[in-house]
C-alpha cells in the first residue's frame, strides 16, 4: 500500500519586524510593555518531528518520482517576498530534502485566509496541485494514504496570529471570567491586568525576560479571525453564555401587556407559537399566540423546549440557493468538444526514431434536504408568472379605473407571488408591472395619486405597499427624508398585521436602513431589534434593501457573542445569500466560508455541506483562484453520496480552472488529468437511459486523457469499454475501432492492430474516408513489422484516397509517410522527393489546422539534409519548424525543433554563440513546461557552453548557471547530480582564483556523494576533484590528497583495475613534477603490475618509461637503462607512425646521455647515439640530427680518438648548424662529465 507523503509547513516571524511593530507601540513607561515581540524560531521541533513521522513512511509512491519536480518554480516567489501566494502565505524559503516550507505573514487578513484555507481541508490539495505532475491524478484514487498530508507548526502559527493582532492595535479577547474583553497595546491598566493574571513562555517552551515577554497564553485566548473582525465592529463588553436555537412553541413565564401594536400581550403560562425560528441571542422573536392568534413580537427570555442537537437552521427553500443545478447538456457538450479525436479524421503520420528520442515523457509498458416547518410561511419563490400590468395615466378620468383595479391588487392581507417584484432590491416592478411612463417622475405621480385613493377608500394594506413603493422610489433618488415618512406612514397603516409576512419585514428592513443611513439613534431603536429578529427568523425572506447586509452584520455579532453556532451559521448564510444576489461574490466569501466551517463543527456532513463546498468553488472561480477551486472541488469528492450531477459539477469546475494552473497549451485540446477522478467516479453513478449516450462519452474521455499521458493500455481498456457501450450505429462502431487499433499501434502490439485494421478494410460498412484513414494506419503498422512492399501498398491506397476525398492534409501526411519508407527502404532520393511533395501542401494549409503534422514533416526533412552534405538545407527546415511552432503556441514542438538545432550547432557546426542562444529559449521552454529535470540538464550544458569560451566574463556566467542547476538538482534530490554541480562551481571559482571558495565547494561535493553511500560515485568525485588541481597552474599538491588518500582506497575497495590504473598514472606524473621520486616510485610499480594484468601494452610501455625516468633521478642508471630498454622492446616493428619513431630518437638520446655522463662509458653511449641518430634520420628532424651528431664527434674526438670519424660527424654537425642558424659548436667534453 503507499503511503501519505508529510510535508511541513513552518510559519516563522521575522524577529527584525516584530521589534519594529514594538517599537511603533512602545509607550514611555518602560516598565509596563504590553506585547513585545515574540522570538519566534520552531525550527529544531518542525525538523524532529518530521523525523518522526518520515522514519515509517515509505517515499517511493508512483507519481512521487516527480515530487520535487514542481518545488523550484515557487523560489520564484522568494525574489519577492512581497507578493503572497494563492494560499495567502508569503514564501521564504522551501527545502525539499527535508520536506519542509516556510512561510510567514504581514497582515492580519493573511493570516485569516490562511487559517480559513487550512481549516477548509484546502493545504493538501494545493500542495498537490503544486508539486505534483500531471501524471498523478491517473493513479487509482482509492487509497486515502495517496498524497500529501501537510503538517503546520500550530504553535507557531498561533504566535504569528497574535503578533499581527499587536499589530493591528487593538484586539478582543475571551478572559476566565466569561467575558469578552477590548484589548489596547498601549492600555496601562489592562496591560498590568495581563501580567499579574497570565504566564509567559517562549516558543520553545522555556520563560524568557522582559523585553521577549509574549501573549498570556491559556487565560487569554484572543477570538479567532472571523469572530474578531465582526466583533471589532460594535464593541461592548458582553457575557459569554450558551444560547439556542428553536423551533416549535414555548410558554410564557411572566406577564406581558404591549405597548406597541405589533407586539403579543400574554400572561403567564400562554402557550405561543414559534413563527420561523426562535434565537434566543435576539432581543424578540415572532410568534403566534394558540389561544387567541394574535400574531406579534414577543420578548425573548428563555425557552421551554429540549434542545436538538441537529436542528435544521436553513427551510427547504433556502437550500436552492446552494443547489442551483448545473446545465447537464453544457458538461457534456464541453466533454463531447474534448473527447473528439482526429484519429478518424486525419491520417497519422510516421515518427521517426531520432524524435521518439526527443520525447520527455515516457511512454508505458506494455438529492437537496430540507425540513418543511409547519409554522413557517410555506410559499414557495418561483420564477414570477406572467402578473398583472397596469398603465399608468396622467388624466384623472383615464386613471380612476386603473387606480381601482390596482388598490384592489395591493389591498391583499395575504402574500402573493406576485408581490415579489414590488419587494425585491432591484426595483424589477418598475418595468414589469407598470407600462406607459417615459420617467420614473411620472411613475412617482402616478403613486402618489393612487394613494389618496387607497386612503380615501379605507384601504390599509393598499396604502401602506403604496406608500413602501413610494418610499422605494425616494431611496432610489437619495431623498431618504422622504423616504422615512413614506415608510413610516406604511408601518402605521398595517397597523401591527402579520399577514404578509414578507412585506412586514421588507418595511422593517428598509425603515430601518433609512434610520442608520440618518444616523436617527433614537428611532432607530425602536425597530433595530426587531427587524433584525425578522430577518433572522423568517426563513425565505425577500431582500428588499442594499444596507440590509449592516443588520444582518449586527445580527452576526450577537450570535457570535451568544456562542449560538446554529444561529451564527444562519446568519452566515443570509450574509452570504444576500451579497451574492448582488453579484458581489468576494464580499460573501467570508461568510460562506464560516458558514462551511460551521457545518462542520456541527456535523451535518450532508448535502449541504457538499452543496456549500460547491458554492464555494463557484466563488473561488469567480475570484480566480485556481488552486483553491480544485482543492475545493477534491473536499466534495470525499463525501457522499455523490450524484452523476455531482460529478459533472466537479469535472466542469476542473476544467475551468486547471489550464490556469499550467503555462502549456496543446494544438489539440485535451482534458486536465485532474478530471480523471472525477471521470471514473461519474461511471459508478446510477445512469437513466438518457443518460447511457454521455456513458460512452466519459469512456472516450478517459482513453484520449490516458493516451494523451502516454498510458495506452489503460486507455484501450476504456476504449473497448466505448465500443462496447455504443450504439449500434456503423459509422460510429468504425470510428472507435479506428481509434482503437492507433492505441494499439501506440502499444506496439501491431498484430492486434493489424486484425482490427484489416476488418475495416473488409467491412461494407467503411466509408472512403475511413479506408483512408485505415490504410494509412495499416501501412505504419506493417512497417513496423518489416512489410515495407505491404506498407507502400497501403500508403499508396491511401493517398490515392485522400485525393479522391480531396483532403489535402491527408494527402500531404500520406506523401510524407512515403517519404519515411523510402528513407526505411535506402532511397533517399525518392524519400526527398515526397517530402518536398508533403511540405508543398502543407505551405497551402493554416498551420493552426495542420500545424503539428506540418512541423513533424520539417523537421524529418531538416534530419535528412544534416544527415547528407546539404547542411545548411537542414538547419533552414529545423528554422522553419521551429518558427510554425512558435505560431502555433505549441511547446512541445517547439522544443523538439529547438534540441535538433542545439545539435546542430554543438556537433554538426559548431557555433558557441548560436549554442547559447538556443539552449536560452531551449531553457525558458522546460520552465514555461515545468519540466525541472530539462531544465537543469539545459542548465548544466549552457554552464559547459560558457565554460569553453575561456573569458572572465564566460566563466561568471558558467557560475551563474551552475549555481541555478545546482538548485534545481537539490530539489530533485539527484544526489549525483547536484555533486558535479558542487563540484563545477569549485573548478569555476578555482580558474577566477576565489581560493577561500574553492575548498568550500569541494568540500560539500564530497559530502553530497559521500551521503549517496555509493562507492563508484565518491571515487569518481574524488578524481574529479583532484582533476581541479592537477589540471590547473597552481596548488597542483593538493591534487595528492584527492588521488592517493581518496580516490585511489575506493578504487581498490570496489575492485575497479582500470581507475586504479589512471589514478596510479596520475600519483606519478604528480609527484614526479614535484620531485617526490621515492614516493612516485611506488605508484609507478603499482602501474605496471595493473597494466600487465590488464593486458594494456600501451599502458604497460608508459610504465616501463615513468619507471625508467624515476630510477634515472634517483641516480639509478642501470635500472634506468634496463626500463627504457623494456619500454623499447614493448613499441611496434616496424614503426608505424612518426611519433613512434621520434619516441626512438629520444628513448635512444636519453640512454646515450645515461651510458655517456653518468656510466662514463663513451663506447657503448656511441652505440645509442647511433641507433637514435638511424632513427632521426629516418624521421628527418634536423634539431635531433645536430644535437647527435655532436655529441658523436665529441666522443670520437675527445674519447674514441678517431680523427677521421670525428671530422666527418663535425662536419655533419656544422652543416645542419648552418640550415639551423647555429653560430658555433663546442667539441669539449661537458663541464658535468669532467667534473664527474
Keep these: 500500500m503507499h503511503q501519505r507523503r508529510y510535508v511541513f509547513i513552518h510559519v516563522q516571524s521575522s524577529e527584525a519586524n516584530l521589534q519594529e511593530i514594538y517599537k511603533s507601540k512602545k509607550t514611555n513607561q518602560q516598565t509596563k510593555k504590553p506585547f513585545p515581540p515574540f522570538n519566534i524560531n520552531a525550527s529544531c521541533n518542525l525538523l524532529c518531528v518530521r523525523r518522526v513521522f518520515l522514519e515509517s513512511t515509505t517515499r517511493c509512491l508512483p507519481g512521487f518520482h516527480t515530487l520535487n519536480r514542481e518545488y523550484w518554480p515557487l523560489y520564484i516567489e522568494v525574489s519577492e517576498p512581497d507578493r503572497p501566494l494563492e494560499l495567502s502565505a508569503r514564501l521564504l524559503s522551501i527545502h525539499s530534502d527535508q520536506d519542509l516550507i516556510v512561510v510567514t505573514f504581514k497582515t492580519f487578513e493573511e493570516i485569516w485566509k490562511f487559517l480559513t484555507y487550512h481549516s477548509l481541508g484546502f493545504i493538501n490539495h494545493c500542495m498537490e496541485n503544486l508539486f505534483l505532475d500531471q501524471s498523478f491524478w491517473l493513479y487509482p484514487q482509492e487509497e486515502e494514504e495517496t498524497g500529501i498530508e501537510v503538517y503546520i507548526n500550530e504553535k507557531s502559527l498561533n504566535l504569528m496570529y497574535r503578533s499581527l493582532l499587536v499589530q493591528e492595535g487593538a484586539f478582543f479577547v475571551l478572559c476566565p471570567d466569561n467575558l469578552v474583553r477590548k484589548i489596547m497595546a498601549t492600555d496601562n491598566e489592562i496591560n498590568t491586568y495581563f501580567e499579574t493574571r497570565a504566564l509567559a513562555e517562549d516558543a520553545t517552551g522555556g520563560s524568557v525576560d522582559g523585553d521577549m515577554t509574549m501573549l498570556p497564553n491559556a487565560s487569554l485566548e484572543p477570538l479567532i479571525p472571523f469572530h474578531h473582525v465582526f466583533v471589532l465592529l460594535n464593541y461592548c463588553k458582553y457575557y459569554l453564555f450558551p444560547y439556542y436555537t428553536a423551533m416549535g412553541s414555548c410558554l410564557a413565564v411572566m406577564n406581558y401587556e404591549s405597548i406597541m401594536s405589533e407586539e403579543m400581550s400574554f400572561q403567564e403560562g400562554d402557550k405561543i407559537e414559534i413563527l420561523g425560528y426562535f434565537i434566543e441571542c435576539m432581543e424578540w422573536f415572532l410568534g403566534r399566540h394558540v389561544f387567541t392568534g394574535q400574531i406579534g413580537f414577543v420578548k425573548t427570555i428563555a425557552p421551554f423546549f429540549v434542545r436538538s442537537q441537529d436542528l435544521d437552521f436553513l427551510e ?69 408568472p406572467e402578473g398583472p400590468c397596469f398603465h399608468v395615466h396622467q388624466d384623472d378620468a383615464q386613471a380612476s379605473d386603473i387606480f381601482e383595479s390596482l388598490i384592489l391588487f395591493l389591498n391583499r392581507k395575504e402574500y402573493d407571488r406576485n408581490f415579489k417584484n414590488l419587494y425585491d432590491f432591484s426595483y424589477p416592478f418598475i418595468n414589469s408591472m407598470f407600462y406607459g411612463f417615459s420617467e420614473e417622475e411620472e411613475l ?38 422622504q423616504a422615512r415618512v413614506y415608510f413610516e406612514e406604511a408601518l402605521g397603516a398595517v397597523a401591527g398585521g402579520f399577514t404578509d409576512l414578507y412585506f412586514v419585514i421588507a418595511l422593517y428592513t428598509n425603515l430601518t436602513v433609512i434610520y442608520l443611513t440618518q444616523k436617527n439613534k433614537e428611532k432607530c431603536a425602536h425597530v433595530f431589534d426587531k427587524a433584525t429578529s425578522l430577518l433572522m427568523g423568517i426563513p425565505n425572506y425577500i431582500c428588499s434593501a442594499d444596507l440590509e447586509s449592516d443588520i444582518l452584520k449586527y445580527a452576526l455579532k450577537r450570535t457570535i457573542l451568544s456562542q449560538d453556532k446554529h444561529a451564527e451559521a444562519r446568519a452566515c448564510f443570509l450574509l452570504a445569500k444576500h451579497y451574492s444576489a448582488r453579484k458581489q461574490h468576494e464580499e460573501a466569501l467570508p461568510f460562506l466560508e464560516r458558514f462551511q466551517l460551521l457545518l462542520n463543527d456541527l456535523r451535518l456532513q450532508n448535502n449541504l455541506s457538499k452543496n456549500c463546498y460547491f458554492k464555494l468553488a463557484e466563488s473561488y472561480n469567480e475570484k480566480c483562484l485556481p488552486h483553491i477551486v480544485l482543492s475545493c472541488v477534491k473536499v466534495t469528492s ?56 454521455l456513458c460512452s462519452i466519459i469512456y472516450l474521455s478517459l482513453a484520449k486523457l490516458y493516451s494523451h499521458h502516454k498510458w495506452y493500455g489503460k486507455a484501450i481498456a476504456y476504449m473497448m469499454k466505448a465500443l462496447n457501450s455504443v450504439s449500434a450505429k456503423p459509422e460510429e462502431t468504425i470510428n472507435y475501432l479506428v481509434s482503437l487499433a492507433w492505441l494499439y499501434i501506440l502499444y506496439k502490439q501491431h498484430d492486434v492492430a493489424l486484425a482490427i485494421l484489416n476488418a475495416i478494410v473488409d467491412s461494407s460498412w467503411s466509408n472512403p474516408h475511413q479506408l483512408g484513414i485505415a490504410y494509412n494506419m495499416l501501412a505504419i503498422a506493417l512497417k513496423r513489422t518489416n512489410s515495407t512492399k505491404e506498407a507502400a501498398e497501403s500508403y499508396y491506397k491511401a493517398l490515392r484516397l485522400s485525393e479522391e476525398t480531396d483532403m489535402t492534409h491527408n494527402q500531404a501526411i500520406a506523401l510524407a509517410n512515403f517519404g519515411g519508407l523510402c528513407l526505411h527502404a535506402a532511397a533517399s532520393k525518392l524519400a526527398e522527393h515526397y517530402y518536398i511533395r508533403a511540405v508543398k501542401l502543407f505551405a497551402k494549409l493554416p498551420s493552426v489546422d495542420c500545424g503539428q503534422d506540418f512541423i513533424q514533416v520539417l523537421l524529418q526533412l531538416g534530419c535528412y539534409y544534416v544527415g547528407g552534405t546539404q547542411r545548411e538545407k537542414g538547419r533552414f527546415y529545423y528554422e522553419w519548424a521551429f518558427l510554425v511552432a512558435m505560431e502555433t503556441s505549441h511547446l512541445e514542438s517547439q522544443l523538439q525543433a529547438i534540441k535538433l538545432l542545439c545539435q546542430f550547432y554543438s556537433t554538426v557546426v559548431p557555433n558557441e554563440a548560436q549554442c547559447v542562444i538556443y539552449n536560452e529559449y531551449q531553457l525558458s521552454l522546460a520552465r514555461k513546461m515545468s519540466n525541472k529535470v530539462l531544465e537543469g540538464q539545459i542548465l548544466e550544458t549552457i554552464s559547459q557552453l560558457y565554460l569553453s569560451l575561456g573569458t572572465e566574463r564566460a566563466y561568471r556566467s558558467a557560475l551563474e548557471y551552475t549555481k541555478r542547476s545546482l538548485g534545481i538538482f537539490i530539489d530533485l534530490q539527484k544526489k549525483e547530480k547536484e555533486a558535479y554541480a558542487w563540484l563545477r562551481a569549485g573548478k569555476i571559482y578555482y580558474v577566477l582564483r576565489q581560493n577561500e571558495l574553492v575548498d568550500l565547494y569541494i568540500q560539500v561535493a564530497q559530502d553530497a556523494a559521500l551521503y549517496t553511500g555509493d562507492p563508484n560515485l565518491g571515487m569518481e568525485l574524488f578524481e574529479a576533484a583532484g582533476d581541479i588541481f592537477f589540471n590547473g597552474t597552481w596548488e597542483k599538491e593538493k591534487a595528492v590528497t584527492f588521488y592517493r588518500d581518496r580516490a585511489l582506497p575506493l578504487a581498490i575497495q570496489t575492485g575497479n583495475k582500470t581507475t586504479e590504473l589512471r589514478l596510479c598514472n596520475k600519483l606519478v606524473e604528480l609527484l614526479v613534477n614535484l620531485k617526490a621520486y621515492e614516493e612516485s616510485l611506488e605508484y609507478a610499480r603499482a602501474s605496471l603490475m595493473l597494466s600487465v594484468n590488464l593486458g594494456n601494452q600501451l599502458n604497460e610501455r608508459i610504465a616501463y618509461h615513468r619507471l625508467a625516468a624515476i630510477h634515472h633521478h634517483l641516480g639509478h642508471c642501470e635500472l634506468a637503462e634496463h626500463f627504457y630498454l623494456k619500454a623499447l622492446s614493448l613499441c611496434s616493428s616496424p614503426l608505424e607512425f612518426e611519433e613512434e619513431t621520434l619516441y626512438y630518437v629520444k628513448v635512444y638520446l636519453i640512454l646515450g646521455d645515461i651510458i655517456f655522463y653518468d656510466l662514463k662509458d663513451p663506447f657503448d653511449a656511441a652505440g645509442y647515439y647511433h641507433l637514435a641518430l638511424a632513427a632521426a634520420m629516418d624521421l628527418g628532424n634536423k634539431k635531433a640530427q645536430l644535437k647527435i651528431y655532436t655529441r658523436l664527434a665529441i666522443i670520437y674526438h675527445n674519447f674514441l680518438v678517431d680523427r677521421e670519424m670525428s671530422l666527418f660527424f663535425y662536419q655533419k654537425a656544422r652543416t645542419f648548424a648552418t640550415e639551423l642558424n647555429v653560430r658555433r659548436i663546442n667539441l669539449a667534453p661537458d663541464h658535468c662529465y669532467k667534473s664527474s
Design 638 to 693: 470525499s463525501q457522499s453520496p455523490n450524484t452523476l450531477m455531482d460529478s459533472m459539477k466537479r469535472i466542469d469546475l476542473v476544467i475551468r480552472n486547471a489550464p490556469k494552473l499550467y503555462g502549456l497549451r496543446k494544438l489539440r485540446q485535451i482534458l486536465p488529468s485532474q478530471t480523471a477522478p472525477y471521470l471514473i467516479q461519474a461511471l459508478s453513478s446510477v445512469f437513466t437511459n438518457k443518460q447511457q449516450g
Design 316 to 384: 427547504a427553500e433556502e437550500l436552492s440557493f446552494f443547489s442551483k443545478e448545473k446545465d447537464l447538456e453544457e458538461v457534456v457538450h464541453l466533454l463531447k468538444q474534448t473527447s473528439i479525436t482526429d484519429v478518424c479524421s486525419v491520417y497519422r503520420i510516421e515518427f521517426l526514431k531520432n524524435f521518439k528520442n526527443l520525447e520527455a515523457t515516457q511512454v508505458e509498458e506494455p438529492t437537496t434536504e430540507g425540513k418543511n416547518s409547519p409554522s413557517s410561511p410555506n410559499t414557495e419563490i418561483f420564477p414570477p
Design 444 to 481: 412617482v405621480s402616478f403613486f402618489r395619486l393612487a394613494r389618496e385613493a387607497a386612503k380615501k377608500a379605507g384601504m390599509s394594506w393598499a396604502l401602506a405597499r403604496l406608500c413602501f413603493l413610494l418610499g422605494r422610489l425616494s431611496v432610489k433618488k437619495m431623498k431618504f427624508s
